[in-house]
């Protein structure tokens, strides 16, 4: 390790790997709630964050283990999952009376199709206003779990499934 009067030790979270503060910097000065989308190995939790000088607030969070609620039963750490997870966070959004965002992955890395941009395509569908560019969502079929069904025959049914939970979600919407 390096010593001496010049040296500077990194911020403990940068040490652990946990933040990239030049973007955290970035998206703070934004001065716009942040869609803080983050997934583990079974989840994906999508939150409405805005910062203040106490700390970060949380405003809205949806994880996609309630999409039980709704009638889903696929796995809840993937594509679908993730979609129909920002579909319901923009349902949640919008009755908090959150209308825009912008899009924070953290330390997800951005490849085009991800399921971070899953749950990105799910918020805009819902009516959330973010920022996006369209060449790096996933494709429909993705969405919809048809890349699931086409190895699973025991997950035939994801489609339909998907679909019913979205149209359920966005009865909520209304």
């Known amino acids: 390790m390096a010593t001496g009067p010049r040296y500077l030790v990194a911020f403990r979270r940068r040490r652990e790997g946990r933040t990239d503060y030049y973007q955290r ?21 999508v939150q409405l964050v805005t910062a203040e000088m106490e700390g970060d607030k949380t405003l809205v969070s949806a994880n996609s283990a309630e999409l039980e609620k709704y009638g889903y039963t696929g796995a809840t750490a993937n594509t679908p999952a993730a979609y129909l997870t920002g579909l319901l966070f923009a349902a949640k959004a919008k009755k908090a009376g959150q209308d825009s965002a912008i899009l924070d992955i953290g330390l997800n ?33 993705r969405l919809k779990g048809e890349h699931i069904a086409a190895y699973n025959e025991k997950a035939g049914d994801i489609v339909k499934n998907v679909e019913q939970v979205a149209a359920a979600i966005k009865k909520e919407l209304v």
Do not use: Q
């Open 109 to 141: 890395r951005a490849t085009p199709g991800a399921r971070v941009f899953a749950a990105l395509k799910g918020a805009v569908d819902g009516g959330l206003e973010i920022p996006y560019g369209e060449s790096i969502l996933p494709s429909e079929d």
């Open 25 to 45: 910097t970035k998206l703070v000065v934004a001065d716009a709630p942040r869609m803080v989308v983050r997934r583990t190995n079974r989840h994906i939790i």
